[in-house]
């Protein structure tokens, strides 16, 4: 392909020295005219192991060239990649401006030629920013043409290792509306070893930043972990080391699904014992202090959700505070049942396992002594729910969700807390 490549800081001229290798005749654009003398010179402008001897290769057998010329940049070829920066402003505010200059630029080189285009943004953005920011700024530049194909390629590359991420990243992610412009990147991007993923254009958008903040994440868990382990006496590597080798719930996707706050016996005491003995030792654990209160504030939100609807007859669906147990200890859903009774709601429940611990007693102590008034409100089957609530509310994405969804009248009020569930499409309703 004959591809345009805007922006030749560190992702443009590596991802254009990289791809002038897979055979395409490349032109790196940019208004810096000493990154440009320098990339037509076969020398890097940023200090990346490996780019120089690429950049002398690609270079040397005319594959890549570079220019300070949007429009020359244009006319020589059919795809552009916009790699410019997204700094941050003073406010944390992401920058755009190089973007909307850059697309600007484009449109306008647009206008000399009647070919068909496409567009490719490779720069980190939020979600919304290439519909709101590049795509305006082409049609203002083009004036007006709207024939141009516009694609999020969101890039996965590592300072330090960029060539070697280039050519095998975890994913190949390509938001856009069109087949066409799918299968075009499919074939651009052929030649690397890694799945290629197809997705709406604010998913590839958000997915680099959900990808960076667990990254962080980590990085500060662990260090955490470190502290903690020091304070209390224990030896950090060996305790993550052995962490490290559980592959089926603490390096895997267990947990990271989105859903509703945690509870049970075990984290929320966990995490208060863990800290508390932190504090004791003076060591402060920021990052692993603010989880039970974000824990909380989902469920304030659900709070908030219901409460907004102003139906006072809430039908709950699900109380332990996970599907298949009869655990009622810290559950998020009995927090929130209190917060709902506390502001006025009338609630019902619907619940078997915890109407099975009732009558058995494995957690019959519990719910006599500490939660006798929801214990109360418990249903006998989804009939007797649905004839009290005007909401429903979904805690669980259990079998007696989905038979209470098939069963709702399509007006019906849902606030699916799982995330989860499902109408039937014939009767479906957003979740609120």
């Known amino acids: 392909m004959r591809l345009s490549v805007f922006g030749l800081g560190y992702v443009g001229c590596v991802t254009a020295a990289s791809l002038a290798k897979a055979g395409h005749e490349v032109i790196g654009a940019d208004v810096n005219a000493e990154k440009v003398a320098m990339v037509n010179g076969a020398r890097p402008p940023v200090v990346e192991p490996g780019l120089a001897e690429l950049l002398a290769e690609v270079v040397g057998e005319g594959r890549l060239r570079a220019t300070t010329s949007s429009d020359e940049a244009v006319a020589d070829s059919d795809v552009s990649l916009i790699c410019v920066g997204t700094p941050s402003r003073a406010t944390g505010a992401l920058d755009v401006e190089a973007i909307a200059r850059t697309g600007h630029s484009i449109g306008k080189a647009l206008r000399k030629r009647a070919e068909p285009y496409t567009v490719v943004l490779r720069s980190t953005v939020l979600p919304g920013t290439t519909e709101q920011c590049l795509v305006p700024a082409l049609l203002a530049g083009s004036g007006g043409r709207d024939a141009v194909r516009v694609a999020m390629n969101p890039e996965f590359m590592r300072e330090g290792s960029s060539l070697a991420d280039f050519a095998r990243p975890p994913f190949t992610v390509v938001g856009c509306a069109d087949p066409a412009t799918e299968s075009l990147l499919r074939l651009l991007y052929a030649g690397v070893d890694a799945p290629f993923v197809h997705t709406t254009i604010r998913a590839a958008e958000m997915v680099k930043y959900t990808a960076n903040a667990f990254h962080a994440l980590k990085v500060c868990f662990a260090n955490e972990i470190g502290d903690a382990c020091a304070a209390l006496g224990a030896d950090v590597h060996e305790v993550i080391r052995i962490f490290l080798m559980d592959r089926k719930l603490n390096v895997s996707d267990a947990y990271l699904r989105p859903g509703f706050a945690f509870g049970g016996s075990c984290l929320p005491k966990d995490l208060r014992a863990l800290t508390h003995a932190a504090r004791a030792a003076d060591v402060s654990l920021p990052l692993l202090e603010t989880i039970l209160p974000s824990n909380e504030i989902q469920i304030r939100r659900a709070a908030e959700a219901v409460l ?94 989905a038979l209470v969804l098939a069963a709702a009248s399509p007006e019906r009020v849902v606030i699916d807390l799982t995330r989860n569930a499902r109408r039937p499409a014939a009767t479906a309703t957003p979740a609120v």
């Open 308 to 401: 907004a609807t102003r139906l006072r007859r809430v039908g709950v669906v699900g109380l332990s505070f996970k599907n298949g147990t009869d655990d009622l200890r810290e559950s998020p859903m009995v927090a929130l049942v209190e917060t709902l009774i506390g502001k006025g709601c009338d609630v019902r429940i619907l619940d078997r396992t915890v109407s099975i611990a009732r009558l058995v007693g494995a957690n019959r102590r519990y719910i006599e002594e500490e939660i006798p008034h929801i214990a109360s409100l418990m249903c006998r089957d989804v009939t007797e729910l649905l004839s009290h609530a005007a909401v429903l509310v979904i805690g669980n994405a259990s079998e007696e969700a």
